[in-house]
């Protein structure tokens, strides 16, 4: 980001509230949105962890979809199968509503981690 | 304004780093409780090493899998990008560019699966006994680590001159030569931070490692399987170990990176 526009928004009356308010924070957006998208997404394919941190009484759809292929009681691979399209499908949805308010394109690349 | 902000980061710091400080102060407990520290000793580190052979070996296979999976993937990473790099259709591009991101951007329970399935069904297409192995396992690290290559060269192929390549030309290598004399040296930092991070993406993964591993165990999968019981203090010892060597290779990962840039401000600025 460029120091000048800080000092610029301070310059033109803003006190620092203000210059985060108004200007260091909508030029971050980009940034704050992928850090969204790398958060979001590990979280929702997380299984095990919060199932068993939570002794039991927390179900994430990873371990419903792991139950559909690993439980014995519950095996059903096309079940699992379709709960893992439904999910990729919602993902890629969030995601490319996500990448409409960041005009940060695919071919900026970059570490992303 | 300013001790707020001391306040705040030392919270952050003290959240992100305090389970890790305390695993690493319980590795060296000489009792085997987590909650009373009965005084210093190496027992635990002893112990991972000369009877913990399941742990070992699965650090073993994970090293093998994360190096063999890491530097196909880079190679591949590094050929794809500069293909890339050469289209000439922007629409192309950028639609290879998303079918590239989009493996990255997938939740790993989906691309697990998705993996595991097509895996046995080919399995069994080939009547084979089994279906999932090492070789299963290795395609699937390579297939997740592939974006973070391609993501990390991309962008050092943009800022590279195109006039240093005619340059050499010129000079009389050939297309193959100049690639290797001029375009890969100039790509390098980027070539060893998406190795890097496709080392350490396939060292982290769980999720996709569980459904493609077969009878493969990797260290993620056991400390998984052994979770269910009550943990034993050489696995904290293990893990001490491990994070060391990682906080190492990010000091070393940063170094270069800065080094880079260094050099490359330098490059602009004469």
Sequence with gaps: MDRSLTEASADLGCNAVGTMKRVIFPLSIPGVLSGITMVFVPCISTFYISYEFSNGMIKMIGDVIEDKFYKSSEVNYNMGATISLVLMVLILISLAIVNRFSDDGVESGGVVV | MKALRTVFMSLVMLLLYAPIFVMIVFSFNS???????????????????????????????????????????????TVAAVGIAKMRKKWLKSAVMTATNIPMMNPAVVTGISMMLMFVSVGKLLSLTSSVNFFTILIAHITFSLPYVILNVMPKLKTADEHLIEAAEDLGCSPVAAFFKVVLPSIMPGI???????????????????????????????????????????????????????????????????????????????
Excluded: C, H
């Excluded at chain 2, 931070?193 to 459904?211: E, K, N, P, R």
């Design chain 2, 31 to 77: 009792a085997k409780s987590t909650s009373i520290f009965k005084g210093f000793s190496v027992r635990w580190y002893k112990e991972l090493f000369l009877y913990n052979s399941s742990l070992i070996d699965a650090l073993k296979n994970t090293l093998l899998l994360a190096v063999i999976s890491a530097v196909i993937a880079t190679v591949l990473g």
């Design chain 2, 192 to 270: 060893v931070i998406g190795f890097i991070m496709a080392f350490t993406m396939s060292l982290d993964d769980f999720v996709i490692s569980y459904f493609t591993n077969g009878t493969f165990q990797t260290l993620p999968l056991v400390i998984y399987s052994m979770a269910k019981k009550p943990l034993k203090p050489d696995v904290y010892a293990l893990e001490s170990i491990m994070f060391i060597a990682i906080l190492l290779l990010m000091i070393v990962l940063n170094i270069v990176q800065n080094r880079s840039d260094k050099s490359e401000r330098s490059i602009r600025s004469k």
